[in-house]
């Protein structure tokens, strides 16, 4: 009994076995029905179907690999841009449950690789030497991630020395419009001979006693006086018509999603900024001076309607040492080419304030902004974020951040602290501040 129990069992084991066999076998052989769009494997030379189609199925379906390949002209590859074959293109099902594995952030709010439209005869402009090269390429990714690589602007680097192999090779590789090497003149970044260079050695003593920023620097004298009254004579700047400077180390917090030099030109501006200031007095104790020399001297180069009340609390008889941060311009050339500027830089110049004080760039273009240009033709960029060390312009309200995908504090905005000359600029020109703008003062 014992052993045929036994012999049952396998018996039941072996047909168990076999159905499971015959099973798998006629279920292999049944057809499947086929899903639009999946047709393809990594092995398989099948093309998969096209996404827009008439079928009745709701699943998720893989686009085409051609519609994923950009353009120049911002449009896509594949059929993806509304027609097919020439004709209007059948409107995909509309589904009823969101797709898998997507965020807020779709390609419906991306915008194109690059833009459409034409394009400014524009120009970045850099002054760096060649050991700063670690600290441009930061500055360099950060505008062309947040602006330029929509937009391929050309570059122009300028040095008083020949620029090596390294930094040309990795500011080529990172910048997508083309880049421009120069050198400069050596009268553009020496001592002229009117200057007293004892009684200016002299001067960078006494400042560096005082402990004076850049007091003793002979170097940042002549970059000031360079980027005061040179850098636009340039011959490599001459081709073109509008400028950004662009300096090491700083950051863009937010995306561009416009042509700024297209902006300037249509709105009639003609220089900008993003951060204003009080400059340190003991740079500039007799700029004033030289500036009311230039005045009474050249009055038919003073606008009308100009921004003296953002320079004088007194009508012009004491300046109040506001200036724009030059650090970040978005300027045009044809204004620094002009004679009004010529003649006020010349008559700076001779003066001797670059190198017997420490005249800075910053209220030399400031000064010659708010006297020679209408106050309208002057624009303030709330919705460029940037940083150069120590401070910050983040755009004041919190929509505009989130729009542009902002990522500065709000905390750490400049633009309404005592010591910044923007809230001056609002009123000269009787504009209302940024909702919001009473949480980001001291």
């Keep these: ?236 700047l001459n081709q073109f018509e509008w400028y950004w400077r662009v300096e090491p180390s700083i950051e863009l917090y937010c995306d561009i999603e416009y042509d700024t030099f297209k902006y300037m030109r249509d709105h009639g501006k003609k220089y900008s900024f993003v951060l204003s200031l009080y400059e340190y007095v003991e740079t500039i104790p007799t700029l004033w001076d030289s500036v009311k020399g230039f005045m009474k001297n050249h009055p038919e180069h003073i606008a009308e309607g100009n921004s003296m009340s953002f320079l004088s609390d007194d009508g012009g008889n004491s300046y109040n040492h506001c200036h724009f941060w030059s650090n970040f311009e978005i300027g045009n050339l044809d204004w620094l080419r002009s004679q009004a500027y010529l003649d006020y830089f010349e008559t700076l110049d001779k003066d001797g304030g670059f190198f017997y004080e420490r005249w800075g760039d910053a209220p030399v273009h400031s000064i010659a902004a708010a006297l020679l240009l209408k106050k309208e033709e002057i624009h303030f960029f709330n919705d460029i974020a940037y940083y150069h060390v120590p401070f910050t312009h983040c755009p004041t309200g919190e929509q505009t951040r989130l729009d542009l995908k902002c990522h500065c504090n709000p905390k750490e905005n400049f633009d309404w602290k005592g010591y910044s000359c923007t809230t001056r600029f609002f009123e000269m020109n009787g504009m209302d501040k940024p909702m919001g703008y009473e949480n980001e003062q001291d």
């Design 1 to 236: 009994m014992p052993s045929g129990s036994a012999r049952y069992i396998r018996y039941i084991l072996f047909a168990f076995f076999g159905l499971t066999v015959l099973y798998f076998i006629t279920s292999s052989s049944i057809p499947k029905p086929q899903i639009p769009g999946t047709d393809f494997s990594w092995n398989s030379p099948t093309k998969p179907q096209d996404p827009i189609s008439d079928s009745p199925s709701e699943g998720l379906v893989a686009p085409p690999a051609a519609s994923l390949v950009a353009n120049p002209d911002g449009k896509t590859d594949g059929k993806t841009d509304g027609k097919t074959d020439g004709k209007p293109a059948e409107k995909p099902a509309e589904k009823n449950t969101p797709d898998v594995g997507t965020t807020p952030n779709t390609s419906a709010g991306l915008l194109p690789p690059v833009a459409n439209g034409e394009r400014m005869n524009a120009t970045f402009v850099t002054l760096a030497r060649n050991t700063d090269i670690w600290e441009i390429a930061k500055s360099i990714r950060q505008i062309e991630d947040r602006f330029n690589r929509r937009y391929n602007y050309d570059w122009v680097f300028l040095n008083d020395k020949p620029f090596d192999s390294t930094f040309k090779k990795v500011t080529t590789s990172l910048i997508s419009g083309k880049t421009h090497y120069g050198a400069i003149s050596p009268e553009h970044w020496s001592f002229p001979d009117f200057i007293d260079q004892d009684k200016a050695r002299k001067v960078r003593e006494d400042m560096a006693q005082r402990k004076i920023i850049y007091g003793d620097s002979i170097s940042y004298r002549h970059m000031c006086r360079f980027e005061s009254g040179f850098f636009f004579r340039h011959p490599l």
